[in-house]
């Protein structure tokens, strides 16, 4: 019996091997091959095997999926569904790659704003001039017991610009928020340090936040758009 376990045992170890040596080397080929043919894609972030068997994810740029053959030779851009699971698997890889924990958003560049007892906790991006924006602001109110991390992120035009700056400068800014973003009070024009605002959208540009409103949950998932009060009522009791 021990004649024919130790060669079992070694060509079980040459085949893993021989499988490593294999995904490394198919790596190492697409990098090559789609540098050299794709330029303009500049550094490849990341080169993995896909769930489905035969592609390989190629990253790009941070959050930017392609999926390519084992020789770099064909290129898809889209998005890889799971019928059977009815998973947009793309969709769940590029949420994964963009997640941010809480505890590290740059909370000094945000407007804290309480309510209740303040015990819930949400992070927002937003911008003064988006419509949805402002429909999500209306269906906030009817949210108590939460703490609301406010960045102001003004990407849709240097009106959006100024606005964001006003408000900023607002002695009591999250008072100068719901004025205008709720009322159409329009904030006072104001002159303080307002780097702030340019750090969120670098923050921004880094976690792929690509559009607002964006939300941040305590777990650091993320709902891009205005989603309706019971929903972010369900996400949070999810959470607590």
């Not at 019928?83 to 407007?111: G, M, Y």
């Not at 329009?186 to 002159?191: D, L, Y």
Request: hydrophobic share 40%; with cysteine.
């Amino acid at each position: 019996m021990k004649s024919l376990v130790r060669p079992l045992f070694a060509a079980l170890a040459a085949l893993t091997l021989g499988h490593a040596l294999s995904a490394s080397a198919g790596e190492a080929e697409i990098r090559k091959n789609l540098a050299a043919r794709i330029p303009q894609f500049g550094n490849i972030d990341e080169v993995s095997k896909a769930p489905m068997p035969g592609l390989y994810e190629v990253r790009v740029n941070g959050f930017d999926i392609y999926y390519t053959d084992e020789q770099g030779n064909f290129l898809l851009q889209g998005n890889l569904i799971d019928v059977k699971e009815r998973r947009n698997l793309t969709e769940e890889r590029v949420d994964k790659l963009s997640q941010v924990a809480f505890d590290k958003l740059p909370v000094k560049d945000s407007v804290t704003i309480v309510r209740g007892n303040g015990k819930r906790k949400l992070a927002i991006f937003a911008d003064p001039n988006c419509g949805y924006c402002k429909q999500f602001e209306r269906d906030l109110t009817k949210v108590d017991n939460i703490t609301i991390q406010l960045f102001l992120y003004p990407v849709l035009g240097p009106d959006s610009v100024v606005k964001a700056n006003n408000i900023w400068c607002a002695k009591d800014k999250g008072k100068a928020w719901d004025d205008w973003m709720q009322r159409g009070v329009v904030p006072e024009a104001g002159n303080c340090d307002t780097a702030a605002l340019i750090r969120n959208r670098q923050f921004g540009q880094k976690y792929n936040i690509t559009g607002t409103p964006t939300l941040i949950f305590a777990d650091g998932t993320r709902a891009p758009g205005a989603i309706p009060a019971a929903q972010l009522e369900k996400q949070l009791a999810a959470l607590n």
